[in-house]
């Protein structure tokens, strides 16, 4: 998940801080101090994130592209120049720019806003962003939300009762308001000091920046793994009381199961699966770390000497082509498989399931599956010939049965004028009426369309009424029976309006 900086450049950060026992200080050398702690970070735990550093004030400048150089992110930084006036709306355009260019819209990123508050004045500025937001046509609109999947985080060097004094603290929940509530907002405790902003980027890394250490398990095998990017809590919109559901720290290995099985599923998120003990004969396996980590490992003292199921796995998966099956959770599922960087090289790589104990329909029930030796035959046959996928689903999907739509009015109209062209020839049409009475009742049910059963049942009372005297008397007996029974149900009692309920036809003496 690449990270854009944007680090306000403008007059207003140019503004003393007295600190103790020193020299003046400017808030631009406390934001330039938190960026470097996070920089520092990020070079120890997340070597492998796409970092970029973007100056503004009135106008923003690409300083560092993306790169994992973080030697040449914090070059950049000591050597920042001021400017003049704070304009947070065309920077925002320019990182829109930057991620698309560079990442397209569908990746997600993570923008870091460092600034003190200060929202500019006159044109340009934040709040005359805000008033002509609904004054602007589609050439000019906003650059919040961003086109992209995208986490807005503002870092002010300033504390909240500063903040609070103006409008700025409003202002900024906007943005994040804007931004789809994705992001939030750090202030500073206490006075403007080193150790404060400290604190702030402290809070803004353990959120953000965590590294996932987990436990990768497969029987009596495991291994110490890190997951990069760190997995986001899922919440399934499904349940009655959403709660957001998290990746455990121990990952367990349920089974293998071929790649040509299991296809290409739907995944909520890729990640990259790195062993913790890294060294160089890792990485000619493939295990995706970069020249920076294997520098790294060749100086750990663990390096070659401690074999590593990580690698092993790796090294499995890819020659035989095949995944693994891994549950993150109760009832959610993942596979982990090789994917190839390059030529030479490739990654273990993690995709994550939607929560639930049936992600891939074509395979049925995870928990169900087993081990090809359980099997009393080969399911594959004995020439891998066929397949046991995709598991056939005991009930007949909606799909493949004939079921009642009604995409405009004059679709209903036809289905209720059937009814009555039936109900017109009864008794002789007493089966072909029934048929069609309880399709619309049940279609009716289905959609919760209550109103026209009672709409129904009163057209079949009033053709009860205008029933010549030449008529079969049984034709009144349906027609009431019916009318009576699309009332009961359209009253909602459970007794009456039970989907898999039919009516049938009342039974007299007429037509005996």
Same mark, same amino acid.
């Given at each position: 998940m690449p990270t854009v900086v944007l680090m306000d450049v403008s007059l207003s950060m140019t503004r003393p801080v007295s600190l103790d026992g020193s020299e003046d200080f400017q808030r631009k050398n406390l934001a330039v101090h938190g960026l470097t702690m996070l920089f520092e970070h990020m070079a120890a735990n997340y070597r492998l994130e796409f970092t970029s550093l973007v100056a503004f004030s009135s106008l923003w400048e690409l300083l560092v592209p993306f790169t994992r150089d973080y030697?040449?992110?914090?070059?950049?930084?000591?050597?920042?120049?001021?400017?003049?006036?704070?304009?947070?709306?065309?920077a925002l355009h320019g990182v829109s720019n930057i991620v698309q260019q560079e990442w397209g819209s569908s990746c997600p990123c993570q923008v870091v806003l460092v600034t003190d508050g200060c929202l500019g004045i006159g044109k340009g500025s934040l709040r005359h962003?805000?008033?002509?937001?609904?004054?602007?046509?589609?050439?000019?609109?906003?650059?919040?939300?961003?086109?992209?999947?995208?986490?807005?985080?503002?870092?002010?060097?300033?504390?909240?009762?500063?903040?609070?004094?103006?409008?700025a603290m409003e202002n900024l929940e906007e943005l994040l308001h804007l931004n789809g509530g994705e992001g939030q907002i750090f202030t500073m405790d206490g006075p403007l000091c080193l150790k404060s902003v400290q604190t702030m980027f402290g809070k803004l890394i353990d959120q953000a920046y965590s590294p996932f250490?987990?436990?990768?398990?497969?029987?009596?095998? @495991?291994?110490? /793994?890190?997951?990069?990017?760190?997995?986001? !809590?899922?919440? #399934?919109?499904? %349940? *009655?009381?959403?709660?957001?559901?998290?990746?455990?720290?121990?990952?367990?290995?349920?089974?293998?199961?071929?790649?040509?099985?299991?296809? @290409?599923?739907? /995944?909520?998120?890729?990640?990259?699966?790195? !062993?913790?003990? #890294?060294?160089? %004969? *890792?990485?000619?396996?493939?295990?995706?770390?970069?020249?920076?980590?294997?520098?790294?490992?060749?100086?750990?003292?663990?390096?070659?000497k401690s074999p590593n199921f990580c690698v092993l796995l790796h090294g499995s998966l890819k020659v035989e082509g095949m995944v693994a099956l891994v549950q993150l959770g109760p009832d959610w599922y993942g596979m982990l498989y090789s994917q190839a960087d390059s030529k030479k090289k490739s990654n273990l790589m993690m995709s994550l399931f939607e929560p639930g104990p049936e992600p891939l329909p074509w395979l049925g029930r995870i928990s169900h599956l087993g081990p090809i030796s359980e099997a009393a035959e080969n399911p594959y046959g004995?020439?891998?010939?066929k397949s046991p996928f995709p598991v056939q689903p005991q009930i007949k999907r909606s799909y493949a049965q004939n079921v009642t739509v009604w995409i405009k009015a004059s679709g209903l109209q036809t289905d209720v004028q059937k009814i009555l062209r039936n109900a017109r020839k009864l008794p002789d049409k007493t089966q072909t009426f029934y048929k069609e009475l309880n399709r619309l009742r049940k279609a009716a049910l289905a959609f919760g369309f209550w109103?026209?059963?009672?709409?129904?049942?009163?057209?079949?009372?009033?053709?009860c009424t205008l029933l010549p005297d030449s008529a079969h008397p049984d034709a009144a007996f349906q027609l009431s029976h019916a009318a009576q029974q699309l009332k009961l149900a359209s009253t909602g009692d459970s007794q009456y309006a039970a989907f898999d309920h039919n009516i049938v036809p009342m039974h007299t003496d007429f037509s005996s």
């Open positions: 030697n040449a992110l914090q070059e950049a930084l000591s050597n920042l120049e001021d400017y003049d006036k704070t304009c947070v709306e065309s962003s805000f008033h002509t937001l609904k004054q602007r046509g589609d050439d000019k609109k906003f650059p919040l939300p961003f086109p992209f999947p995208a986490k807005l985080f503002i870092m002010c060097v300033a504390n909240a009762e500063e903040l609070n004094m103006t409008d250490h987990a436990v990768l398990h497969c029987g009596n095998l @495991s291994s110490d /793994v890190q997951v990069f990017p760190r997995p986001e !809590p899922v919440v #399934v919109d499904e %349940e *009655v009381e959403p709660m957001p559901r998290t990746v455990n720290t121990d990952l367990e290995i349920v089974g293998f199961i071929e790649i040509g099985d299991i296809s @290409s599923p739907p /995944v909520i998120s890729r990640h990259l699966v790195l !062993p913790i003990a #890294v060294n160089k %004969e *890792v990485d000619e396996v493939g295990t995706g770390a970069t020249d920076e980590l294997e520098e790294e490992a060749s100086a750990s003292q663990m390096a070659g004995e020439d891998d010939s109103e026209l059963l009672k709409g129904v049942a009163d057209l079949l009372e009033r053709e």
